[in-house]
């Protein structure tokens, strides 16, 4: 039920309209918009019940401008989720919206619950999901749930930068090639003459992290080699107050004695690259002249690493600001325009020579 007004008078809601007019609640909003194109029939039932209710379309509108755009994030300290974070808050102000932001560290029991929060918000255009998941057999009916709770208020349900399946009947996304990437930086090691490539971080189960394993292995795969060795991080089982530490240091340790034949070395990210390079660093041995090292996300360490790191392009900024824009126009999910998806590349720099042995 609707809440009065100032006055002590009950207000009508657009739930109500489109009950009256006998049409969804999107296609109440959309007449409401005036931006989509509407059946001149459906378009007056609509009016009309508006009328009948004392629907004031001056209010509707003045709440236009302070919806909201909710955007649930793994793990601020990211630095994908950070780039993101930036696309979508611009893309908020161009849209007039406001950007909220919240955490989970992972925990889908508190991924749930946030949903739950913001999905009572009449003023939501969407929720956006940021970055990578668990993957898990339940995890596709809980994101349906979501998608229902959030179409019962003419919100939409958003991927951005998740890659994994997607239900794209129910939701819109906004994502990169993710397996292509991998397969592209793992085919430049190739075209330097290395054929015992090595993974190094990561964490399991995590579809991040498994797409990009699974473009590293094809690549390999269309030469007739199998990776050298994968180190990757066991997933956390952990509270939010004591997150899982990173092991790529000690992954990249462990290789150099269990895999002394390895000439090069995929990280999961830039950050991993870092902590690969400071191992061999103190390993005694140089990037490149004794080991090729590449990384991903094209992160601003890439650039200070020394040498400077031969890595994977990902335009978080954009895939930010197509999520938003994806929240805001509110295409219907499964049709033309629900899924963006952005290309990558490979930034060339100093880490990689041809192997020595």
């Known amino acids: 039920m609707s809440a009065p ?36 029939a459906t378009r007056g039932r609509v009016v009309a019940a508006m009328r009948e209710l004392g629907y004031s379309e001056a209010r509707a509108r003045r709440r236009e401008a302070t919806r909201t755009i909710g955007v649930i994030v793994p793990d601020v300290r990211s630095s994908l989720v950070s780039g993101v ?17 919240f955490p989970t560290e992972g925990d889908v029991d508190r991924e749930r619950d ?44 958003v991927m951005c930068a998740r890659p994994g399946p997607i239900p794209a009947d129910r939701a819109l996304a906004a994502g990169y090639d993710n397996s292509g990437g991998a397969f592209a930086i793992t085919s430049h090691l190739l075209s330097r003459g290395h054929t015992r490539v090595a993974w190094v971080g990561g964490i399991e189960e995590y579809s991040t ?11 390999l795969a269309a030469h007739g080699l199998d990776p050298a ?62 080991m090729s090292v590449v990384g991903y996300d094209d992160d601003r360490v890439a650039q200070r690493l020394h040498p400077p790191l031969t890595t994977v392009h990902l335009p978080v900024f954009d895939l930010g600001w197509e999520a938003a824009r994806l929240a805001v126009e509110k295409p219907l999910p499964g049709h033309a325009g629900s899924v963006v998806e952005l290309g990558t590349h490979v930034v060339v720099r100093d880490s990689v020579a041809a192997p020595r042995r």
Do not use: C, K
């Open 229 to 290: 060795a994968v180190y990757t991080d066991p997933s956390p089982r952990r509270s939010r107050r004591s997150p899982a530490p990173d092991q790529a240091y000690a992954h990249t340790v462990a290789l150099l004695r269990e895999h002394p034949d390895v000439t090069a070395i995929v990280a999961n990210s830039d950050f991993h690259a870092l902590d690969v390079v400071r191992a061999l660093t103190d390993a005694g041995l140089s990037v490149p002249e004794d």
């Open 85 to 101: 974070l930036g696309g979508i808050d611009a893309a908020a102000v161009e849209h007039g919206r406001i950007s909220m932001i």
């Open 114 to 157: 946030i949903v739950r929060l913001v999905a009572r918000q009449r003023e939501l255009d969407a929720v956006v999901f940021v970055g990578g998941v668990y993957a898990s057999a339940d995890y596709a009916d809980r994101l349906g749930d979501y998608a229902t709770m959030l179409e019962e208020i003419d919100a939409r349900l």
């Open 209 to 219: 992290t498994e797409g990009r394993i699974a473009g590293m292995r094809a690549a």
């Open 5 to 40: 007004d100032d006055t002590g008078v009950r207000r009508a809601n657009l739930r109500e309209v489109a009950a009256l007019a006998g049409v969804s609640v999107s296609t109440a909003s959309r007449v409401l918009s005036g931006t989509y194109p509407i059946a001149e």
